[in-house]
């Protein structure tokens, strides 16, 4: 029979090892833990150990070689394959690097070497209230200064953007250190996580202390939903109010949104060499059908008993948290959002999706906002910059897909997650970045441009609080 796995993740020092460890000295089965740590010394790992009383050993394997979710493809698969063979236990947790995104790693226990020996149950990702409250909860303060340090192995991925990625992508939200903040600060934290995060049930706890059931013995991991999970896909989905179709620019219904920005573009042009790559494929929606509906993801994680799952005791609109999406099909200018992306207003909390920037022909450009920083990375390439016949296949392939006479599939979609946002305002924003006709009409490849250019590269555009 396939082993249970559980996947805990969660931002460095929000209190996984605090979590696993009393996990471990109260739960009625057999745990085994895979812990990674960035650089070499495994700290979690002695912790852990000594603090369960487990003979040094295999019950808890140490990846050693950097970010579990870059280095891991084979190591991983092979410990955890290895470690089912010689060990016996009834329960595995992986404790992910702070810094690394979970949907590689779940992604391993799916379709990868591990999935035969291995049931991956539910993707764990433990918050520190404090921390993300002054973060992206806190529109008034001026919240910690933007971290490049634990980004990823490209070096440019901003700490926010990732802690986000770890929210948007897990079954159960732990709001650890709720000792730190006070009620309200609390309610506030969890109305936005369920803004950003719909699907995942939300617990609070001081000091990461759960019952062994909450975490162990749960359900079956959906890939597919917690993949459609965040918030920001959702807004694309459901096309919110800001298609104010004014502007002359083309809105239009989006009936097969949920493709999301994976859809518009195909991965198969880009090069392998660059590790990133992987991440980029395994967001590659291209392997599965979108043909569910998430009411039935909803009712299922519902049902499955837990205290905390959403009662909406926290409406968001009662803390101000609003969801829109923003569709264009004219492209950015890249001088104006550059300057846009630099000087975003605080209270727009998360933001992400697909760019159509002049210039920038082939490349389809994820953009991504989460507190002070917004990266731009190339994610695929427009279809419409194929040559014919693959061009043709593809649009075979997707009969959904809208398409412009002119432009093909290439457009801009991104949702907005505020607290206390002036909508119309950062709409009216966005579309002064947009050419103008004039513009249209010019040479695009004169525009001052500094958008990425190849497959996985990036630019990260700090807020530094506005102009000095
Ligand atoms: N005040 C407070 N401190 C906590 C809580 N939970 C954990 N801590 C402390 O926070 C620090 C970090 O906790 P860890 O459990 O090591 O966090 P982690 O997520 O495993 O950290 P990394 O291994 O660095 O990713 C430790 O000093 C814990 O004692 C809590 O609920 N409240």
């Known amino acids: 029979m396939a082993t249970s796995v559980t996947i805990l993740c969660g931002e460095l020092g929000a209190g996984k090892t605090t979590l696993l460890s009393g996990l471990l000295e109260s739960a009625d089965r057999d745990v085994a833990v895979v812990v990674n740590d960035v650089g070499a010394i495994n700290v979690d790992a002695d912790l852990v150990e000594a603090r369960t009383h487990l003979e040094t050993g295999d019950e808890v394997v140490a990846l050693e070689n950097g970010c579990i979710c870059c280095s891991l493809g084979g190591e991983l698969s092979r410990s955890v394959v290895r470690l089912g063979r010689e060990r016996d236990f009834d329960h595995l947790v992986i404790e992910a690097s702070g810094v690394g995104e979970p949907e590689p790693i779940a992604r391993q226990f799916v379709r990868g070497p591990a999935a035969g020996a291995y049931d991956l149950e539910a993707v764990v990702t433990v918050v520190d209230a404090r921390r993300f409250h002054d973060r992206f909860a806190d529109v008034g303060s001026v919240g910690e200064p933007p ?82 999970a965040a918030g920001w896909k959702r807004a694309l989905e459901d096309e919110g109010g800001t298609d104010r179709g004014d502007d002359g ?112 022909e082939r490349q389809a450009i994820t953009m991504s906002h989460a507190g002070r920083e917004t990266s731009l990375e190339v994610t695929g390439r427009w279809i419409a910059s194929l040559p014919e016949q693959r061009r043709e296949r593809y649009r075979r392939g997707q009969p959904d897909l809208e398409w412009d006479e002119q432009w093909g599939d290439r457009e801009s979609r991104l949702a907005l997650i505020g607290r206390d946002l002036d909508v119309d305002a950062l709409v009216d924003r966005l579309d002064d970045c947009l050419l103008t006709d004039a513009e249209m009409d010019a040479d695009w490849s004169t525009f001052e441009n500094d958008a990425p250019t190849a497959m996985g590269e990036s630019i990260v555009i700090s807020d530094e609080g506005g102009p000095s």
């Open 147 to 228: 971290t490049i340090e634990g980004a990823d192995e490209t070096g440019t991925r901003p700490l926010a953007d990732l802690v986000l990625a770890q929210v948007e992508f897990c079954d159960l939200l732990v709001v650890n250190k709720c000792d730190l903040v006070d009620v309200d600060e609390r309610d506030r934290v969890v109305a936005l996580l369920e803004t950003i995060q719909p699907r995942a049930e939300i617990v609070t706890t001081e000091y990461g202390a759960l019952e062994s059931d909450d975490l162990l013995g749960t359900q079956r991991f959906d890939l597919e939903a917690a993949t459609d």
């Open 249 to 360: 620019h083309d809105d239009h219904d989006h009936a097969h949104s949920h493709d999301d920005h994976d859809h518009a573009h195909s991965h198969d042009d880009h090069d392998h060499a660059h590790s990133h790559d992987d991440h980029d494929h395994a967001h590659s929606h291209d392997d599965h059908d979108h043909a569910h509906s998430h009411d039935d993801h909803d009712r299922e994680h519902n049902d499955h008993g837990h205290e905390h799952s959403h009662d909406h005791a926290h409406p968001p609109e009662r803390y101000g948290i609003t969801v829109d999406s923003y569709c264009r099909r004219r492209p950015f200018h890249p001088g104006r959002l550059a300057a846009l992306l630099a000087d975003l207003p605080p209270e727009l909390v998360r933001s992400k999706g697909l760019c159509w920037i002049a210039g920038r």
